[in-house]
């Protein structure tokens, strides 16, 4: 079995969004997030969750790009009562959708800010967002492991199919941590997969794809509340595919970073 260190990983999973959309293909389902060792179109049995969470109005009111180009597996504003004023920021950012959707919801006062490693999926998200005409919304080039992100300034974070592709979700959960205000919420949709065959997880090319990184859900959970989160809870399961034995969803995840201001006073 060959075992990979989080930069080969992390290169790849770049190299892989680059390519996407330096080709400029739309991907919205599963098998253009496709590696090359298994057929997720032969793997995905039942429904899957992606753009089709988000509603005509959503669509109609952000650029086509943004859609074109998203790589999600559900909507994460959908569980999220983002409220005017609010500060949001996305993990993962890709092309922006679901940053120009938040932008919409916290209005001038507010702000959305996207975070991804890949500078091509930087420079869509920026030409997208000019051609919203949003004021409100800034991406920056970084790690979800080590976020450009002051201590304790956001009110949201936000994540769509992204978290399964860090090599060490740890990491990314105490970031998610220190970067929200007390009683600062996180909504995640992401992937989980159980019973996932030990080669699957341990073959590079199906990382891009969002399962070979993906974790099972207790574990993925666990990561959650060992970050310090709580109130952890799973608003939403659907399924994404099956491969074998191997059961793969898309779950949104909410969990709270408790004020412990109040316990002080
Ligand atoms: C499956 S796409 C999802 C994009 C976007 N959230 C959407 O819904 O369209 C994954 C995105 O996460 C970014 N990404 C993956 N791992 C990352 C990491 N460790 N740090 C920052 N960005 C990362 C990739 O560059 C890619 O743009």
């Known amino acids: 079995m060959t075992v990979h260190n989080a930069e080969q990983i992390k290169s790849t999973v770049r190299e892989h969004y680059a390519d996407l959309v330096r080709s400029d293909e739309s991907c919205c ?21 992606n753009q089709n ?10 650029p086509n790009d943004a859609i074109e180009n998203s790589f999600g597996c559900g909507n994460p504003l959908m569980y999220a009562d983002i409220c005017e004023g609010d500060v949001v920021l996305d993990l993962g950012s890709g092309a922006g959708i679901d940053v120009l959707l938040a932008a919409q919801l916290v209005g001038a006062s507010g702000r959305a800010i996207g975070i991804d490693m890949t500078p091509e999926m930087i420079e869509k998200a920026r030409k997208n967002a ?6 409100n919304v800034e991406f920056r080039l970084g790690e979800i492991e080590s976020m450009p992100v002051e201590d304790g300034s956001v009110d949201w974070i936000i994540s769509n199919c992204v978290i399964n592709l860090a090599p060490d979700k740890d990491l990314v959960f105490r970031e998610a941590y220190r970067v929200l205000k007390p009683g600062g919420k996180l909504l995640v949709s992401d992937i989980v997969a159980n019973h996932l065959p030990k080669w699957l997880r341990s073959t590079i090319s199906n990382w891009a794809n969002c399962i070979s990184g993906a974790l099972p859900e207790d ?9 310090g989160l709580e ?8 399924p994404y595919a099956k491969i074998g ?4 969803a898309s779950i949104k995840v909410r969990a709270i970073k408790p004020d412990r201001t109040y316990a002080l006073q």
Not at 29 to 49: Q, R, V, W
Not at 245 to 248: F, L, Q, W
Request: charged share 30%.
């Open 245 to 248: 034995k191997a059961e793969v």
């Open 29 to 49: 389902s599963p098998s253009d997030c496709c590696g090359t060792e298994i057929n997720i179109e032969e793997a995905l049995k039942g429904d899957f969750a």
């Open 53 to 62: 969470e988000y509603t005509d109005v959503q669509l109609s009111s952000i």
């Open 219 to 227: 574990q993925y959970l666990d990561s959650i509340r060992r970050a």
């Open 130 to 135: 000019e051609e919203a005409a949003a004021k």
């Open 231 to 238: 109130g952890v809870q799973v608003l939403n399961k659907s």
